[in-house]
């Protein structure tokens, strides 16, 4: 069946190149329709895709029935997200092992998730984000917020903004100081992030020459990291920007790459002009995205690429929550059983592994599933009725997440990404431009923050508070502005936003189960600006905000701001506007946390095995003890090359 589809598949793209070919670059007209000269390429493209898909399906399963009954798995994988999928593919570079990975959500399909510019429209509610709702922020006006985090094969690398940002040398150098293992430092974590990554020319062609730092990036990993080809034309926002460094050179200096481990300075990507601006001499920037050929590079598209998911020994099951981990041992402690259903009302199916479970569901779900399976503080399980199997008091503990706020003013240029949310006309232009050029023009960009800085906050402050940071030169917070806002607003307007984000949060919350049914979503106490330290380095990060767009090269651009913080010049204004406008970003990380081997705190050894228990291992973002300053997918992606190193040495 696969044979004849390839063929009926490349008849039709032998037909469409003729066409094309014919026509040569001209529509088609017909009393009665035309054919723009593209979509002969555009359909030929799509069913190369497709081809590609069904091919990936052979062993990409979407309910339990398709599951061969005579397979068995050494590795169960929980969680086909941004570690999960890294672990599945490392693990079956040995032909020798067989691989399960469990993925609650389905395939990530349609343009949405392709194309970069289209993220903002993954947003809540949609069918593959879990919609989770934060419990009642207290440090934030009490609000209840929406939580994205995808529920989808992929996980968040599916649906994120794509920023690729490491972190300071001294996070990781504080991990390995935590831990006691030097193997989490940065000389040991750095051969990680190279590995995992495959430094991509952007789609413009455009020479990167002094745009980054070859010397830290790799070139034959899997996970496509990109400048930004999408043309600047005459847009006046990145040169603005620039020259903010060299009138405030010291509190923002210029950083060529701050994915080189110093990541202090300002780095910018770039903007795009409306559509008739595109081909014009262009400005271009040095932010770092997820991007390869002008389309989005999570752990699927990379880790399950087809030539990967095409391994006898590679298999995945989509649509499975993993709903308890089962002990299968009393002594050496074992949890090689996972039960699984399509939904609540779903039937529980159970597979076994031979040599490991490997927990990949994430810093919420990872948790949640622990406590169900009896793993966690044993008072709180006694309340549920759960049989404490494995007394871990930190479980759901210890959680922290950055913080984030925004300041929007309005501007006098057209040359914002609100020309393109206020025009559908023109998306839909760009979006045949994307589609002819594979991934080339505007919407091969991710249409996030043009430009970042990452800084330190003022020494005055640590007079007051204990230094949070990793070392003296990691940065307490990151801020740029964005050239628009990411939706449309009523008003038609365009608009500059200061953007900022604390980095270094002190504050600490949990993750606990609301009932025993593993399909309600657990209680999520983010906890966010709970303590002094907190609200303090917000006020700060807002006014080094404020800063940024208040020098003369804004001057004529800028025209005020567009809410309420033209009132906010004390401190207690700063801080009742930071309790109503913040928000949790998506770094989230702590909840089942990394501690020294036989310490009687933490959840997991360095070597990522839960403590007390053998076979079963936990990879992904949870196991982190401190947030990197930074966004924190590059980490993930590493943590799990090196994990599944682990396990293979293990099993070697």
Not at 213 to 231: E, I, K, M, Q
């Amino acid at each position: 069946m696969l044979n004849r589809s390839r063929s009926i598949v490349c008849y039709i793209q032998a037909k469409l190149a003729r066409f094309s070919a014919a026509h040569n670059r001209h529509a088609w007209q017909s009393p009665k329709f035309s054919i723009p000269w593209f979509l002969p390429t555009m359909l030929s493209r799509y069913l190369s895709v497709l081809l590609s898909v069904r091919i990936a399906l052979g062993a990409i399963y979407t309910s339990f029935a398709q599951l061969p009954t005579e397979l068995n798995f050494d590795f169960i994988v929980v969680g086909g997200g941004g570690a999960g999928n890294v672990v599945a593919n490392r693990l079956t570079e040995n032909p020798a092992f067989s691989v399960l990975v469990l993925e609650a959500g389905p395939l990530p399909e349609g343009l949405n998730y392709s194309v970069p510019f289209f993220q903002f429209s993954l947003r809540h509610p949609n069918p593959r984000d879990w919609n989770y709702t934060t419990a009642p922020l207290t440090g934030i006006s009490n609000q209840v917020q929406q939580y994205p985090r995808g529920r989808v094969l992929g996980g968040c690398t599916s649906m994120n903004g794509m920023q690729y940002v490491r972190g300071s040398n001294s996070d990781y150098d504080r991990y390995a100081r935590v831990t006691g293992d030097p193997g989490w430092s940065w000389d040991s974590m750095l051969h990680y992030l190279k590995k995992s990554e495959h430094w991509t020319p952007p789609t413009d062609g455009h020479k990167t020459t002094g745009q980054f730092d070859p010397a830290v990036h790799g070139f034959n990993g899997l996970v496509g990291v990109s400048l930004s080809g999408s043309p600047l034309g005459l847009s006046e926002f990145v040169p603005r920007s620039l020259q903010v460094t060299r009138e405030l050179p010291d509190q923002f200096p210029f950083n060529l790459d701050y994915n080189s481990g110093t990541p202090i300075g300002v780095g910018t990507t770039t903007f795009l002009p409306t559509v008739l601006l595109i081909h014009l001499l262009c400005w271009r920037g040095w932010t770092q995205t997820t991007i390869k050929n002008g389309k989005r590079s999570n752990s699927y598209t990379s880790y399950l690429a087809p030539e990967f998911i095409a391994r006898p020994n590679l298999h995945v099951l989509l649509n499975s929550q993993v709903t308890r981990i089962i002990q299968t041992s009393q002594s050496p402690k074992k949890f090689m059983t996972v039960e699984f259903a399509e939904n609540r009302e779903g039937l529980r199916h159970r597979l076994t592994a031979s040599k490991e479970v490997v927990i990949s569901a994430g810093a919420l779900e990872t948790p949640k599933l622990l406590l169900n399976s009896g793993i966690g503080d044993g008072t709180a399980l006694r309340s549920f009725g759960i049989q404490t199997l494995v007394d871990l008091p930190d479980v759901g503990k210890n959680l922290s997440v950055q913080v984030g706020f925004s300041v929007d003013f309005f501007t006098n240029s057209t040359d914002t990404t609100d020309s393109i949310y206020l025009n559908e006309t023109l998306q839909n232009m760009l979006l045949d431009e994307w589609i002819a050029t594979d991934g080339g023009g505007v919407l091969g960009w991710s249409g996030s923050t043009q430009l970042s800085h990452w800084n330190r906050l003022p020494d005055s402050l640590f007079e007051t508070f204990p230094d949070p940071s990793s070392g003296p030169d990691s940065p307490h917070c990151g801020a740029g502005p964005s050239n628009g806002l990411s939706s449309a607003t009523s008003s038609g307007a365009h608009f500059i936003a200061a953007m900022a984000s604390l980095a270094t949060p002190t504050s600490r919350g949990t993750i606990s189960l609301n009932t025993t049914d593993p399909f309600d979503q657990p209680i999520i106490d983010l906890a966010c600006l709970t303590t002094d330290f907190d609200i303090a380095a917000v006020r700060e990060a807002m006014k080094l905000s404020l800063l940024f767009l208040s020098t003369p090269a804004w001057d004529g651009y800028i025209l005020g701001p567009a809410n309420n913080i033209t009132n906010a010049t004390s401190d207690a204004d700063l801080e009742a506007y930071a309790r109503a406008h913040s928000a949790p970003n998506g770094h989230v990380v702590g909840t089942a946390s990394m501690s020294p081997r036989g310490a009687d705190w933490g959840v997991v050894d360095p070597d990522l095995l839960v403590k007390g228990v053998a076979q079963l291992r936990i990879v992904d973002a949870s196991i982190l003890p401190y947030v990197p300053a930074a966004n924190t997918q590059a980490a993930v992606y590493a943590l799990a090359e090196r994990a599944s190193d682990l396990i293979k040495a293990k099993w070697a």
